[in-house]
Nanobody, 125 residues
Framework: QVQLVESGGGLVQAGGSLRLSCAAS????????VGWFRQAPSKEREVVAA????????YYADSVKGRFTISRDNAKNTVYLQMSSLKPEDTAVYYC??????????????????WGQGTQVTISS
């Protein structure tokens, strides 16, 4: 199994940028897809972006397209979420999740078995 730890959250003004990191440990030699999800208070957890093992296949929610970029460095067992032009509505706890897929990039949280503890992102207006 894989263990995940997120970092990089914080408080930023609207229009600013943040880079989140998701560090994986454990069984990282097998191919795994990573997704970033977020959950705002009283809202469902929603997918933000996801990336396949090779990095070739990616997915972005419409709400973040053009503002967020997902990438990974398999040598460092780390997946990044670069967030720019941040808006107050981006405020949420951000989670990374993983599952052992190769090229498949699921959008549903139910298709990921392994989750990190989350990191808070707060965007002030």
């Amino acid at each position: 199994q894989v263990q995940l730890v997120e970092s990089g959250g914080g408080l930023v003004q609207a229009g600013g940028s943040l880079r989140l990191s998701c560090a994986a440990s454990g069984r990282t030699s097998s191919s795994y897809t990573v997704g970033w999800f977020r959950q705002a208070p009283s809202k469902e957890r929603e997918v933000v972006a996801a990336i396949s093992w090779s990095g070739i296949n990616t997915y972005y929610a419409d709400s973040v397209k053009g503002r967020f970029t997902i990438s990974r460095d398999n040598a460092k067992n780390t997946v990044y979420l670069q967030m720019s032009s941040l808006k107050p509505e981006d405020t949420a706890v951000y989670y990374c999740a993983a599952e052992y897929y190769n090229a498949y990039v699921p959008k549903s949280r139910y298709e990921y078995h392994y989750w990190g503890q989350g990191t808070q992102v707060t965007i002030s207006s």
